[in-house]
């Protein structure tokens, strides 16, 4: 069983276009993340969600809406998508805000 | 405001050698923590080893150790006896404890290990 999984993996779309990513984690953990992994692999977080609640909104813009339906899922939509908007996205998980975060399999998203 | 450096773009290691990678940090937060994930060529992040602020032996889990020098606020990654498939990227990471939820990643550190 996969521990965090996102889907899709692949994500290829136009300029302009809004899109969804969705992130599932079967570990009962409370904390979920929000990571985009830029051309020059840096890692930088976006967003954290704890029990649905926002805890962490980094200098994202509003463009990016994170939901979590409830705490095993945090999809991340995506509004007007620019060129700079090309990245890996991952999500994570933790038991806890200060514990280890598990990592999912990335989202390649090319905005063309 | 926390920092993390990593100062090696990229390491090479013969197979079978132990290799150190560093990893410094900056914070005035007294608890933190600090750990290093490995990202192979296909791209998943994958968890290896974490220490507290607050532990008082290096971490080891494996052929991965922590050398953990507070004083210097340093979290080197050992990897012992070197193979191949350590071929990736290695990432070191700080969370603060005033701050939980939010880590900041190194750069990160290419490490190629030669047959």
């Known amino acids: 069983d996969t521990a965090v999984s996102q889907t899709p993996k692949y994500l290829v779309t136009q300029m302009g276009n809004d899109k969804s990513i969705k992130c599932e984690q079967n570990l009962g953990h409370d904390t979920m993340y929000w990571y985009k992994q830029d051309s020059k692999k840096f890692l930088k977080i976006m967003f954290s969600?704890?029990?649905?609640?926002?805890?962490i909104n980094e200098t994202v813009p509003n463009r990016f809406s994170p939901k979590s339906p409830d705490k095993a899922h945090l999809n991340l939509h995506i509004n007007s998508l620019e060129l700079g908007d090309s990245a890996v996205y991952f999500c994570a998980s933790s038991h806890l805000a200060a514990d280890t975060q598990y990592f999912g399999p990335g989202t390649r998203l090319t905005v063309l | 405001a926390q920092k993390i450096t990593q100062t090696q773009p990229g390491m090479f290691v013969q197979e079978k050698e132990a290799v150190t990678l560093d990893c410094t940090y900056d914070t005035s937060d007294p608890s933190y923590g600090l750990f290093w994930y490995k990202q192979p060529s296909s791209g998943e992040m994958i968890f290896l080893i974490y220490q507290g602020s607050y532990d008082q032996q290096n971490a080891t889990e494996g052929r991965y150790s922590l050398n953990f020098q507070k004083a210097r606020k340093s979290a080197n990654l050992v990897i012992s006896a070197s193979q191949l498939g350590d071929s990736a990227m290695y990432f070191c990471?700080?969370?603060?404890?005033?701050?939980?939820?939010?880590?900041?990643f190194g750069d990160g550190t290419t490490l190629t290990v030669k047959p």
């Open positions: 990471a700080m969370r603060e404890g005033s701050n939980a939820g939010k880590s900041t």
């Open positions: 969600y704890n029990n649905k609640e926002l805890i």
